[in-house]
């Protein structure tokens, strides 16, 4: 089922675009897409530009995609030096009425809220578990100027 | 990293001055102020016009829920409960609403707090375990035709499509409803709920509890 229904998300993200996100093919196959999203408004990742990359398996959509940042970002739930990502939703909950769209906006909710309690980035978990939310913006902040603004 | 986390800092402070990353966010601090002041009148007006301000917490304040938990204010607990406060969020120091609650609310708040923790943990069960072959023959099987639907079965307008295929509903296909009313395809459906999950995909809701 995989192609059809991809086939089918492709055909609707072409047709009614989220303006916070490009989603689209990444080649030929269905199996491989590139997202980039826009960073949310009054967080430190407010302007930038991040780089997704999805992959769906032929099990999709009972099986979650994999996404993981291409550009570096500086978030508890995100691996810093490979951009894997923690989020529930592409976990154990995840449901195959999402649809990748949807899993784009998670993945800006989860840059708005992060969770400090299950940490992929050591350093950025433990200054927001240490209460120094300055700390923490002010690195993100260094991070998206550098990667997500001035570096695309 | 290590290190360099720390030695950036400092750095980092000036140019977070430079850009200004803590703009506007001032109508949240309004409305913080508000509950911090004990204005609820002027807390449940501002929420009527911009509901989304409820679990603000804009520089990790307070959020209005510990003002009013701290108050003892119950009235105002309930009515920010019932607008969507959550009795999950922290302060800088790590504590949630019931644990900076007066005394004289916090046997309510705190029972509050564990039945909300229990239909979150209930919410969270089916995902985790598979529907039996019996649970699944609980659950109605029927050929589409939106004319005659068979005795039980609901079907709303946005029903019309599978949203695991995302194809329509065709004349005579073999459909799957669940019993919080969300139909499926029967062949799309099945596999998930006896192999993956026994949560609705749509809502979540567990498939083996019939309501
Ligand atoms: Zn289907
Ligand atoms: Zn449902």
New interface residues.
């Given amino acids: 089922?995989a192609r059809?229904?991809l086939n089918?998300?492709w055909q609707?993200v072409k047709r009614n675009p989220d303006p916070d996100i490009f989603l689209d093919l990444d080649g030929d196959s269905f199996e491989q897409w590139q997202a980039v999203i826009n960073g949310p408004q009054?967080s430190?990742y407010?302007g930038g530009r991040f780089d997704l990359k999805i992959i769906c398996t032929a099990n999709y959509?009972?099986a979650a995609p994999q996404v993981s940042f291409k550009t570096k970002v500086f978030h508890p739930n995100v691996n810093?030096s490979t951009g894997e990502l923690c989020v529930d939703i592409l976990k154990?909950?995840w449901?195959?009425?999402w649809t990748l769209q949807y899993v784009c906006r998670a993945v800006i909710a989860l840059l708005r809220d992060p969770n400090a309690d299950s940490p992929l980035n050591c350093?950025a978990g433990n200054?927001l578990?240490n209460?120094d939310?300055?700390?923490f913006?002010?690195?993100a902040?260094?991070y998206t100027?550098e990667h997500a603004i001035e570096g695309r | 990293m290590g290190n360099f986390a720390g030695t950036c800092r400092t750095l980092m402070c000036s140019l977070q001055v430079l850009t200004g990353t803590r703009r506007d966010g001032s109508q949240q601090h309004q409305f913080l102020d508000a509950a911090k002041a004990g204005n609820f009148a002027e807390v449940r007006r501002m929420l009527e016009e911009k509901p989304d301000l409820v679990n603000c917490q804009p520089n990790g304040r307070w959020s209005a829920l510990h003002h009013a938990a701290h108050k003892g204010n119950l009235a105002a607990v309930q009515s920010l409960l019932e607008r969507g406060a959550s009795l999950t969020l922290k302060t800088r120091e790590g504590l949630t609403p019931v644990e900076v609650a007066s005394s004289s609310i916090f046997d309510h708040l705190l029972y509050l707090s564990l039945q909300a923790s229990e239909a979150e943990e209930a919410k969270g069960k089916c995902s985790k375990r598979c529907a039996s072959e019996e649970v699944l023959r609980t659950l109605t099987l029927w050929r589409f035709s939106p004319s005659n639907l068979p005795a039980g079965v609901c079907l709303s307008e946005e029903d019309s499509q599978c949203l695991i295929c995302l194809e329509d509903f065709k004349e005579e296909e073999e459909l799957r409803t669940l019993h919080c009313c969300h139909s499926f395809h029967a062949r799309c459906v099945d596999g998930w709920l006896t192999e993956k999950s026994r949560c609705c995909p749509t809502c979540r809701a567990d498939c083996a509890e019939a309501n």
């Fill in positions: 089922m059809n229904r089918k998300e609707e009054d430190p407010e959509p009972y810093f154990t909950d449901s195959p009425a350093d200054l578990r209460g939310l300055r700390g913006q002010s690195m902040r260094m100027v």
